[in-house]
């Protein structure tokens, strides 16, 4: 396996940056997951590194060797860079070990060499036992696993995933979320993983590298990325964050600042070294948000949403003098809040969200 470095790629196709100076270093065993809405730029970046589309600007290496700059594109072909595609591409008239074994048939591989090869590739994806089926008798997971395996005979350097699981059903795709940490396990194979689905980033990726309008928003573990988002971008776009205007009012101390936001005061997380400044934003949970009784600490408003959902309730809230901002918390059973209450609700905590330009 190898390790994958992009540094500074762009892509233009004619006015459009599809992308704009991506910089993403993928370790050699390590599992990254790049996520982003749509036209974000994430299949661009996948065709790429496999050598279907050049780049305009900057260079890509796998394994320390340069495969893609303006100059030069190592096709496809010599690049050993698997891919496993959402739709599986499986020959329907050909059993799962001719499936698995076709590429190294027509590269001239003999007999024996190849039924080890495609008998060690089933074994890695839990598939010993299917190798005599046609693919039309197999299940939606078990054609990914199919297609998983035939990437690998090939001994690729690394694997990207095209969204793999978005034809599944959430069953499905949760216990293919499973077989895929599983299989990263065991074997350390290098995974970039293409996704617009956060839970499933979330779930599987060691680090996940946010896309937006063809730039790279931050690169982070998901924790990371949850607790400390680098931007507004990222603060709403993961777990439905929600973005506060606030003015920071004392400079950072032990990783806290106090801010005032919609007229409270309160200490949230920091960056070090911030300092007191207006216009800022801070970025809070839902969980983060609770309703205070009687004239304590907080900010009035009114409730514009219950939505039940078992067991707890959504509940939308729009404080006074501020149309723009909607707030959003789960208040569990005996749910009290009906669309048209008034409340006082207080923040408990937040995430001073860096000035734009400190970086991801
Ligand atoms: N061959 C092309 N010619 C012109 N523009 C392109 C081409 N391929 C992609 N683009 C543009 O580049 C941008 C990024 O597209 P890309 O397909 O990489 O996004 P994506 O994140 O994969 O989106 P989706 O999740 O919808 O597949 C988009 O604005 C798209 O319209």
Redesign the pocket.
Known sequence: MAGLSIENVTKR??E?N?LDKVSIQVADGEFLAVL??????????LRMIAGFETVSGGRISIGGSDVSTPQMNVPPEKRRVGIVFQNYALWPHMSVAENIGYALKVAGVSRAEREARVKAALALVNMEQYGERRPANLSGGQRQRVALARCLVAEPSLVLFDEPLANLDVHLRASMEDEFADFHKRTGTTILY?T?DQAEAMALADRIAV?DH?RLMQLATPRELYHEPANEMVASFISQGMVLPADVLTAEKKGECKVRVLGQELVVRCRPGEKPRRDARICCRASQIEAVKGKGDGFDGSVTRAVYRGGAARIEFEPDGAQQTCLHFDQPDPVSFAAGDRARLRLTSGWLIPAAGEGA
């Open positions: 196709f004619g459009t599809a982003g809405p749509s036209g974000c730029g994430k299949t661009t970046l293409i617009h896309m063809g």
